[in-house]
Structure formats: C-alpha cells, structure tokens
C-alpha cells in the first residue's frame, strides 16, 4: 500500500497527495459504475436478452474508443513528461465528463451509438492521459531513486479504490435505480468531489521542470 522505507522515501506531502487521490479515485470509481448501469440500461438489458444489433454497437464503440486514444496520443507527444500536471487533472475532468454523456444515454436511446462511442472515446483518451503522466508525477515524490516502488504503491491504493468504489457504487446504483435525472443528480456531486479531490492531489505535484506554459513565458522574456 504504501512505498517501501515509507515515510523517509518519499516527499512529506505524499500522504496528502494520497489522500486527495484516494478520495477522487473513489467518488469517480462510483460514477463509473452509475455510468455504466445507465449505459446498460440504455440497450435494453435489464428488460432481457440484448439484442444482436445493440451488442455489435457496444462492441464497435470500444473500437471507437481505440481510435480516439491512438490519434490523440500520437498529437500529444513528448508533451505528457513537459505537462504532466495539466494531463493528469485533464484525465479526471475527461473522465467525468465520459460518464456524464453515458448517464444521458437513456434520455436518447435511439442516438445509443453516438453517445456511446463519444463516451468510450473520451474515456480511452482519459487513461492514457493518465497512465502516461504517472510516471512523472510519482518521481516527484521518490527520494531514493524508489521511482518504480511508488508506481507500485499507488497502482495498490488506485485498486483498493477501485475495490470499495465498485461496491459502494453497487450500492448506490439499487437506491437510485436507472431513472436518468435521479442518477444525474447523484452524479453531480460525486463529480465535483472527485474533480477537487483530483484538483487538490495536483497541487501538492512539484516538478523540477517547467511546464509548458512557463517555457513559453520564459522565452518571451
């Protein structure tokens, strides 16, 4: 759970930078699965069997998916280790706003493959987003040369996250049902708890390069 030689291997503020993480990454990991029940719904499973059509599209939208994280990755670049801070909050925002359009897809089923490949695209681009930025946000907090024991340490805390956030969201997906604006309005403030939570957790970042929009002003002077 946490990195090896802990607390003199890493920066004093790591525990609250996983604290903050571990909030957001609970809060989002509920509003996945409020997204996804939402998307189900939206083809038809839970009045039975899906149909052959919605399970090709369901299929095809992650293809979608795919597409939009290679063409995205491919625009960003080396920027990810210049601006890994910005990426990493960027990924959150994505991701919310991937399980927003997938909670609207019951209110217009008939646009199901639309809504759901623009969710499945923005989502992928989200995580890779994420995943590429790790790295670099972790060295910030290694003191002993521990780089791949920290990835480590917060790829544990990320599932244990995952863990209780998929069962509390069980949970609150049976006490809210599907209706589309009860799940709204429970996803909005799961929202903003897990953007601010993300938000504080990127503030305690501190990299020892500058980021894009310094290197900018820099030259400028």
């Not at 802990?6 to 699965?33: D, H, K």
């Not at 589309?180 to 903003?192: K, Q």
Request: charged residues 10%; proline residues 5%; contains cysteine.
């Amino acid at each position: 759970m946490l990195p090896s030689g802990y607390p003199a291997s890493v920066t004093p503020s790591y525990p609250r930078y996983v604290a903050w993480t571990c909030v957001g990454l609970l809060s989002g990991r509920i509003q996945s699965v409020l997204a996804t029940q939402a998307a189900l719904f939206t083809i038809g499973l839970g009045a039975g069997a899906i149909p052959m059509a919605a399970a090709v599209q369901w299929i095809l939208k992650d293809g979608v998916g795919h597409v939009g994280a290679i063409i995205y990755a491919a625009g960003v670049n080396t920027r990810f280790d210049a601006d890994a801070k910005r990426y990493r909050f960027q990924s959150t925002l994505a991701l919310t706003l991937a399980d927003l359009i997938a909670v609207l897809m019951p209110l217009v089923p008939q646009h199901f493959f639309v809504m759901a490949s623009l969710s499945s695209a923005t989502s992928s681009i989200a995580n890779l987003a994420q995943v590429s930025a790790r790295a670099r946000v972790m060295s910030s907090f290694a003191k002993r040369g521990n780089l791949a024991d920290c990835v480590r340490a917060g790829q544990t805390q990320g599932k244990l996250m995952s863990l209780f956030g998929t069962a509390a969201g069980a949970a609150v997906a049976w006490v809210v049902g599907p209706e589309p604006l009860h799940v709204i309005g429970v996803m909005l403030p799961l929202s903003a708890i897990s953007c601010c939570s993300m938000h504080a957790s990127t503030q305690l970042v501190v990299l020892s390069t500058l980021n894009v929009q310094r290197e900018r002003c820099d030259d400028r002077h």
